[in-house]
C-alpha cells in the first residue's frame, strides 16, 4: 500500500505560480507511475500530468507549456514528486490530487487526499 501527502496548494493572483508537492510513504519501490489530477466543483476528476519512473512525461493540453512534472525522487522511505504550475488562472482553481501506481496497477491505484489552489478573481 502507497500513502501520499500533498502540499504546496494555496490562493494566488492571477497569472501567478505554484508548486505542488507530493510525498509518496509505504510500498514505493513497485511504482512505475506517478500523476497529478485535478477536480474542480461540479466537474469530474482530470489528468493535469504524469511521469513515469523511466521520465516519461504527460500534460493536459491545457496545462502544456507553462507547467512542469518533475522526476520521481526516491529513496529508503519516500518518494516525491513535484508539479510547478505558472500562469494560473480562474481555470486552474480545483482539488489537485496526487495519485500513484504500482507494478500491476493502473493508473490512480493510490490517491492522496488532495490540496486546494484557488486563484483570485
Known amino acids: 500500500q502507497v500513502h501520499l501527502v500533498e502540499s504546496g496548494g494555496g490562493l494566488v493572483q492571477p497569472g501567478g505560480s505554484l508548486r505542488l508537492s507530493c510525498e509518496a510513504s509505504?510500498?514505493?519501490?513497485?511504482?512505475?507511475?506517478m500523476g497529478w489530477y485535478r477536480q474542480a466543483p461540479g466537474k469530474q476528476r482530470e489528468l493535469v500530468a504524469s511521469?513515469?519512473?523511466?521520465?516519461?512525461?504527460?500534460?493536459?493540453d491545457s496545462v502544456k507549456g507553462r507547467s512542469t512534472i518533475s522526476n520521481i525522487s526516491d529513496d529508503v522511505a519516500k518518494a516525491t514528486m513535484y508539479l510547478q504550475m505558472d500562469g494560473l488562472g480562474g481555470k486552474d482553481k480545483a482539488v489537485y490530487f496526487c495519485?500513484?501506481?504500482?507494478?500491476?496497477?493502473?493508473?490512480?491505484?493510490?490517491w492522496g487526499q488532495g490540496t486546494q489552489v484557488a486563484v483570485t478573481s
Open positions: 511521469i513515469t519512473k523511466g521520465g516519461g512525461r504527460k500534460y493536459a
Open positions: 495519485s500513484a501506481a504500482r507494478v500491476g496497477e493502473r493508473a490512480g491505484g493510490s
Open positions: 509505504g510500498n514505493i519501490f513497485s511504482i512505475y507511475l
